[in-house]
């Protein structure tokens, strides 16, 4: 979940004297969007999916995540669509963000906005469902009780950060939505797949069940 925070547009960062800065009005933002070509990570993400409810129609090529910068660089996209640590440095990479799509997304509904989880086929037994459900929750729990071990660990992965930020990442999304989404979250999941089902961007509503 990202609560307030999420997968970001990003534009390079503009000169004053050359062109205006990004456009702070919901209006402008949209239209210098649809103007350009998005890069984004993938089209069977949650991030493009909240793209599409925010956007409705718009140009877009798929790119790797970690090459999005690039692709903006480059001149292959106007915009990249940006998630995991690019939603932390992409500043220091040389871009401005034109729009974080979680931050839309609470000011429009109140709730955070759905990017991640774990699925289990329903046909599976309830006991064994609610099994897994436990081992994956003492897992995050053991995580989250050894935080410090747990950055450490992670390290190897982590693409241009130090600890700090590394840190600061983890914990945006690994946290109390991460244990059990709650009223709210399952809220949020409904809200965003239905609006998504309303729009035509999935084929059908999913009807979502949730493991107690």
């Known amino acids: 979940m990202g609560d307030g925070y999420g997968p970001i547009f990003v534009r390079k960062r503009s000169a004053s004297s050359v062109r205006p800065s990004t456009p702070t009005d919901d209006v ?19 991030a493009f ?5 925010y ?10 995540f970690d090459k999005i910068f690039d692709a903006v660089r480059d001149g292959r996209a106007d915009v990249g669509l940006i998630i995991h640590e690019g939603q932390l440095t992409y500043g220091r990479a040389g871009f401005e963000k034109v729009v974080d799509l979680g931050e ?16 289990i086929r329903k046909d599976i037994p309830s006991a064994v469902r609610h099994d897994i459900l436990e081992i994956i929750r003492e897992s995050i729990d053991y ?3 050894h935080r410090k071990d747990a950055i450490r660990h992670s390290m190897p992965y982590a693409r241009d950060m130090d600890t700090v930020l590394a840190g600061e990442f983890i914990g945006m999304y690994v946290n109390d939505f ?12 409904r809200k965003f797949l239905g609006d998504a089902s309303r729009a035509g961007y999935v084929e059908r509503k999913p009807e979502v069940e949730f493991v107690e």
Request: glycine share 16%.
């Open 143 to 145: 995580g989250l009780a």
């Open 178 to 189: 991460t244990r059990d989404y709650g009223e709210t979250g399952r809220a949020a999941i």
């Open 28 to 46: 402008g933002q949209r239209e210098l969007l649809r103007r350009g070509v998005v890069a984004v990570p993938g089209t069977m993400t949650s």
């Open 104 to 119: 839309w997304w609470k000011s429009e509904t109140g709730l955070p906005l759905p990017l991640g989880g774990n699925v």
């Open 55 to 64: 956007l409705g129609e718009f140009k877009y090529i798929v790119v790797p």
């Open 49 to 53: 999916l909240a793209s599409r409810i």
